[in-house]
């Protein structure tokens, strides 16, 4: 499994990431379709976010699953992820986009630690 955090206020760098990321990751349009979760943090269920990081890729060697305003996740979901995170035989990439995210927080650590 792959974790990334883009945070940052400059849009420019982290969409040139995420669109490079997606060319290597999910190489055709069934994947684009079939692979790819892009979830918005606010107002997001648990059971969505266990749908998208839990599904096995159908194409892809690996599903993408990118989380926008990731410093909106509640504690639940962020619980979640790390739990998620936790696990590396997962066959998901999680990209959390976020404006800014603490490096003291509890999954920045996780990651850190991967």
Same mark, same amino acid.
């Given at each position: 499994?792959?974790? *990334?955090? /883009?945070?940052? $206020?400059?849009?420019?760098? !982290?969409?040139?990431? +995420?669109?490079? &990321? =997606?060319?290597?990751? %999910?190489?055709?349009?069934?994947? *684009?379709? /079939?692979?790819? $979760?892009?979830?918005?943090? !606010?107002?997001?269920? +648990?059971?969505? &976010? =266990?749908?998208?990081? %839990?599904?096995?890729?159908?194409v892809?060697?690996?599903?993408?699953?990118?989380?926008?305003?990731?410093?909106?996740?509640?504690?639940?979901?962020?619980?979640?992820?790390?739990?998620?995170?936790?696990?590396?035989?997962?066959?998901?990439?999680?990209?959390?986009?976020?404006?800014?995210?603490?490096?003291?927080?509890a999954?920045?650590?996780?990651?850190?630690?991967?």
């Open positions: 499994m792959h974790h *990334l955090i /883009l945070a940052g $206020s400059g849009t420019s760098l !982290r969409d040139k990431v +995420l669109r490079e &990321l =997606k060319t290597r990751s %999910l190489k055709t349009s069934d994947a *684009l379709k /079939l692979d790819l $979760s892009d979830l918005d943090a !606010r107002g997001l269920e +648990l059971n969505d &976010l =266990k749908a998208a990081l %839990l599904t096995a890729p159908a892809a060697e690996r599903r993408v699953v990118v989380i926008s305003r990731a410093e909106k996740l509640d504690d639940t979901n962020l619980a979640f992820i790390d739990h998620v995170i936790s696990d590396p035989a997962k066959p998901c990439i999680i990209v959390l986009e976020a404006s800014s995210w603490d490096r003291r927080s999954l920045r650590k996780t990651i850190a630690g991967k």
